[in-house]
């Protein structure tokens, strides 16, 4: 069974500096990997989706990369604003099914 | 494009009764998925349809809860009776496909506590 796991689960810092999130996985043998924001209340939305056979993905100040050899990914927020603050969580593909990290909480302070 | 929609929003009920859950995914997405998430965690999936079957419903427990989806497109997930446990946000998807190059998109979720 695929695990998924996420650290730190709660990360605090100052504007402007930068995010670096962790994802790790069990099984290597995946389609892909998602990484998604989730705001209290609210579902979850895509951020980036990075393809087996791709190393990462960028959009704006997102960046996304993957090594699925050692089962692992890191997603780089730069420059963080107080509108980031928010839970991410990751998620891989595999067997058509997603399984998900418990995500970590970023609180970015003004 | 109008996002994946859900109702109703919350849901308080006592244990023991009846629950249903309503979905309606994108536009000409194929794909459905429902998932439960408990406080703290990630989702985890229910149950998957390509269009009207159920094809991966391995993870729902079939003796209180039942799925459908009539013609393709909407869905309702039922709980009958709800137990104490059952408290948790029910999440809806969506994709155009079940293969790995298309991002599933999220409803905002049922929230349901159980007294």
């Known amino acids: 069974k695929q695990e998924v796991t996420q650290i730190p689960a709660a990360l605090s810092v100052p504007e402007g500096e930068n995010l670096v999130l962790n994802c790790s996985f069990t099984?290597?043998?995946?389609?892909?990997l998602q990484w998604f924001r989730q705001d209290p209340g609210k579902g979850l939305t895509s951020l980036l989706l990075?393809?087996?056979?791709?190393r990462e993905q960028t959009s704006g100040r997102l960046n996304a990369s993957l090594d699925k050899s050692s089962g692992r990914s890191t997603l780089y927020i730069a420059a963080s604003q107080p509108g980031d603050s928010a839970t991410y969580l990751c998620?891989?593909?595999?067997?058509?099914?997603?399984?998900f990290g418990a995500g970590t909480t970023v609180t970015v302070r003004a | 494009e109008a996002g994946v929609v859900q109702s109703p929003r919350y849901k308080i009920i006592e244990k023991k009764q009846p629950v249903a859950f309503w979905c309606n995914p994108i536009?000409?997405?194929?794909?459905l998925y429902w998932y439960r998430q408990n406080l703290g965690q990630g989702p985890e999936l229910l149950i998957r349809?390509?269009?009207?079957?159920?094809?991966?419903d391995s993870q729902l427990p079939k003796d209180r809860f039942s799925a459908e989806r009539l013609k393709g497109v909407d869905s309702t997930l039922k709980i009958q009776p709800a137990e104490l446990g059952d408290s948790a946000v029910y999440l809806c998807?969506?994709?155009?496909?079940?293969?790995?190059?298309?991002?599933?998109?999220f409803g905002d979720g049922t929230r349901l506590s159980i007294l």
């Open positions: 998807a969506s994709s155009l496909g079940g293969q790995g190059n298309q991002p599933q998109h």
């Open positions: 099984d290597s043998a995946i389609y892909n």
């Open positions: 990075i393809q087996s056979s791709q």
């Open positions: 998620a891989v593909l595999d067997d058509y099914k997603l399984s």
């Open positions: 536009s000409g997405h194929n794909t």
């Open positions: 349809y390509e269009n009207e079957e159920a094809v991966d």
